[in-house]
């Protein structure tokens, strides 16, 4: 179901339900929606990924600045985690 129709069968905006859709398939794809927790590292990068022995989330930001890579911090990282 694409965003356009799943965004219409659920009563949001077409952005509303890509996101959606973007998070349960990355919930499936990893087998849980939780977040990451313990020590969590970030890097700002256009290109790649790091990985230090646990679960990498990869995400793309309209715009890099704190306040939109704080926010995807925020929503991928548990409250407490040394990042």
Do not use: C
Not at 28 to 49: H, R
Not at 54 to 67: C, E
Not at 72 to 83: A, F, L, P, Q
């Amino acid at each position: 179901m694409g965003g356009r129709s799943l965004g219409r069968a659920v009563g949001v905006t077409q952005k509303t339900a890509w996101f959606m859709n973007h998070r349960i398939r990355l919930a499936m794809a990893i087998g849980t929606f939780q977040k990451l927790s313990g020590t969590a590292e970030t890097d700002e990068t256009y290109i790649g990924g790091l990985e230090r022995g646990g679960p990498v989330v990869a995400t793309v930001l309209d715009k890099v600045s704190a306040k939109t890579v704080q926010a995807s911090i925020r929503e991928w990282v548990e409250s407490g985690s040394t990042v």
